[in-house]
């Protein structure tokens, strides 16, 4: 597509990217199937599928910390996560790769519910951590960091640094939590976010870990064999 004065529009970057498909379709899939359930079902998938501080912490429910970021029990947040799942979630996973996305995904989702089922276990509100606003959030703050001094039109209105729309993003959902008390689900996004800032500086880095951690095994089944025939031969007679 071309633009005035000679300009070309990638119209690739329109596209959106494979793992961000994945979890687009995860998550609209489950939520559909919730919204155009009966009462009673609802009541039913809510109580096998979201993660609140009694059914993980109390009854055990642990899968609940994996299903519950894919279902969206509010319709108009299903809606916009769409939209950054399309808009800005295809940009980090060019930079990262599909793979690398979805365990950032799985990272600081797992980070929101466990922070906020943990602050609801403490303030003993049974308030469910849901959807992929966590993941979505801590995707702002790894745009914040990869794309600090890139231009970028917020909604295609005001432009701003990829770090300004970090920063703003941060001011806006603290406002958010303090005005409506929203501690349960302020833990839970700013769990997620801390999770992103480590894993997208690289201070945090499980992957690495566990290539050292395989290191060291494979090192501790090495040992030291008699590798000399005797004789009174010189030169070195130990190898491994």
Do not use: C
Request: glycine content about 12%; proline content about 4%.
């Amino acid at each position: 597509m071309s633009l005035k004065g000679g300009r070309h529009f990638d119209t690739s970057q329109l596209k959106i990217t494979r793992g961000a498909l994945y979890l687009l379709f995860a998550e609209i899939g489950l939520s559909l199937v919730f919204h155009l359930s009966s009462a009673a079902s609802r009541i039913r998938i809510m109580d096998f599928a979201t993660a609140t501080p009694t059914q993980v912490w109390r009854e055990g429910k642990v899968w609940t910390l994996v299903t519950s970021p894919i279902l969206q029990v509010e319709f108009v947040s299903l809606l916009f996560n769409g939209l950054l799942l399309w808009m800005l979630v295809p940009t980090i996973e060019r930079w990262w790769g599909t793979r690398r996305l979805l365990m950032f995904a799985l990272w600081t989702s797992l980070a929101g519910s466990i922070a906020g089922t943990l602050v609801g276990l403490a303030t003993g509100h049974e308030v469910p951590i849901a959807g992929l606003d966590p993941f979505l959030y801590g995707i702002i703050i790894a745009f914040g960091v990869l794309y600090a001094r890139h231009p970028v039109q917020f909604f295609g209105v005001l432009p701003m640094t990829g770090r300004q729309l970090m920063f703003g993003i941060i001011g806006f959902v603290t406002l958010f939590v303090l005005i409506g008390a929203e501690w349960e689900q302020g833990a839970g996004f700013a769990g997620a976010m801390l999770v992103a800032w480590l894993l997208s500086t690289g201070r945090w880095n499980p992957r690495l870990w566990l290539l050292k951690w395989r290191q060291r095994r494979a090192r501790s089944h090495l040992s030291v064999v008699d590798g000399g025939k005797g004789g009174g031969r010189s030169g070195p007679k130990w190898v491994n």
